[in-house]
């Protein structure tokens, strides 16, 4: 069973506009942690937020929880094409990680 | 280093087959994740193994679906009397944690059954 949901379920942008995708879950964590997988690939682990922390920051990704709201928000700046796939945000309490359902992501050049 | 390796990249099996999916983890790595993602959906935790131990197989469908890491290393999954629902992407992850933070993914095995 899922633990997150990310909302939108789709965005599309166009290229050098920043890209905010957010995610809220339902349990106590550990951390929160962010993965991007584009077609037919694994996913890449883009950033670990703890839940003691509330916001961090990795090139142009800036990543924020609230704990309180049991959410957590990926903003990508300055958006490339690259940046086209799959965004998943997952959480992880005693041992395993649960992965939300994604936002698919388009950069539109 | 090489990174996590799946093979095979794709299966095509009959519906009622036993499949057998490999994973090679990054070397060194404790620990060892299985999950399944269908088509549009996000990936769903199977099982996880710390070296050797099968620590949690609570996501596992049902006994048709047993894995192993018998060395704490290379992992199998396998699927008995293979079902149509059983079609969809196996993803194989290792971290160097214990406790899984940050995992390393391989590009999974697609399974299709007919």
């Known amino acids: 069973s899922q633990q997150g949901e990310e909302d939108p379920q789709a965005l599309s942008i166009q290229e050098g506009e920043n890209a905010t995708m957010n995610c809220s879950y339902k349990t106590s964590i550990n951390n929160l942690q962010w993965y991007r997988q584009n077609s037919g690939r694994g996913l890449v682990h883009l950033i670990l937020?703890?839940?003691?922390?509330r916001e961090k920051h990795s090139g142009r990704l800036r990543v924020t929880l609230d704990t309180s709201k049991k959410s957590s928000s990926l903003l990508i700046t300055a958006s490339r094409a690259a940046d086209t796939a799959s965004y998943f945000c997952a959480t992880q309490g005693a041992q395993k990680l649960v992965f939300g359902q994604g936002t698919r992501l388009t950069i539109n050049p | 280093g090489a990174g996590v390796s799946q093979s095979p990249r794709y299966k095509v099996a009959k519906r009622g087959q036993d499949v057998a999916l490999r994973c090679d983890p990054i070397s060194g790595h404790v620990s060892l994740f299985w999950y399944q993602q269908a088509l549009g959906q996000g990936p769903e935790f199977l099982t996880y193994f710390q070296n050797e131990a099968q620590l949690d197989k609570s996501g596992l469908p049902s006994d048709r679906f047993f894995a192993e890491r018998p060395e704490g290393s290379v992992s199998t999954l396998k699927i008995q009397r293979t079902q149509q629902e059983d079609s969809a992407v196996y993803l194989c992850?290792?971290?160097?944690?214990?406790?899984?933070?940050?995992?390393?993914f391989g590009s999974g095995t697609q399974l299709s059954v007919l």
């Open positions: 992850a290792s971290s160097p944690t214990r406790w899984g933070e940050k995992l390393f």
């Open positions: 937020i703890r839940s003691n922390e």
